[in-house]
């Protein structure tokens, strides 16, 4: 009974067997020249209630605004460091020179950019490295294309300041952090957060009064004496083009 039953459902299975893979071969055929269209369209279906509602729809327009306005923050911001540039350039005298900023390593010890000019342009050792805004650091090492700039930043970088507002002098070292140390010589020094250092009038290494950076706090309990934290003016991460003062010409 049992053998039966298999050879009616052998011989039922063997006539439809044909249709069978004849359709499931036009099926995929289908999907396959599609490009997957009609499984696109049922997911579609099938999914629209779980659609993103009015909430979502509004965070995204708010990504959407954010996004916009971040842009034409950056696009300002780089307008406004071309602009610097420009400047810059057009600043130019005789005793100085304008150059690129061919590599920068501001954030490890060595805190020194390379630059296209060397002694070709007439730059030499000591001489004084300007940015927007201000001082950045001293000329280290010249070849005859290009230069080394040694940055106030960097440990053991000392140069002679004042605070101008009460003419007290001190002088800013490196420490190898993105904000050097002014040390005072005074025990109770005119100083306080805020006021403007530049470099020293009785300074016979660097041009007098040459902005440097803004004081941002001050240790009064260091000994022998107190020191401060300065923020450069020009910042040497963002600078692409510097001037440099031809100072040993006018020793």
């Not at 250092?197 to 240790?219: D, E, H």
């Not at 600078?239 to 440099?244: A, L, M, N, S």
């Amino acid at each position: 009974m049992v053998n039966t039953r298999r050879k009616v459902a052998f011989r039922w299975w063997s006539k439809k067997s044909f249709w069978f893979w004849l359709f499931t071969s036009s099926f995929l055929l289908f999907i396959r020249f599609s490009k997957g269209a009609v499984l696109l369209d049922a997911f579609s279906i099938f999914s629209r209630p779980f659609w993103p509602g009015t909430a979502q729809k509004e965070w995204i327009v708010n990504g959407i605004n954010l996004e916009q306005q971040i842009r034409i923050e950056l696009l300002e911001k780089d307008n406004h460091r071309l602009r610097e540039i420009l400047k810059l350039k057009n600043s130019i005298t005789k005793s100085q020179v304008s150059a690129a900023v061919i590599s920068r390593r501001s954030r490890d010890f060595w805190q020194q950019l390379e630059l296209n000019k060397g002694s070709n342009d007439g730059i030499k050792k000591g001489d004084a490295v300007l940015g927007p805004g201000g001082l950045l650091g001293l000329i280290e090492t010249v070849t005859f294309t290009t230069s080394r700039v040694r940055l106030l930043t960097a440990p053991a970088t000392k140069i002679g300041v004042w605070i101008e507002r009460s003419k007290v002098h001190a002088v800013l070292t490196g420490v190898g952090t993105n904000r050097p140390q002014l040390n005072f010589l005074e025990k109770m020094p005119d100083a306080q957060s805020g006021d403007i250092v530049s470099t020293s009038p009785v300074s016979t290494l660097l041009p007098p009064n040459l902005p440097v950076g803004v004081i941002q706090s001050i240790n009064y309990q260091n000994l022998p004496s107190p020191y401060a934290v300065v923020q450069l003016i020009a910042s040497p991460e963002a600078i692409d083009w510097v001037r440099v003062e031809r100072t040993n010409d006018k020793r």
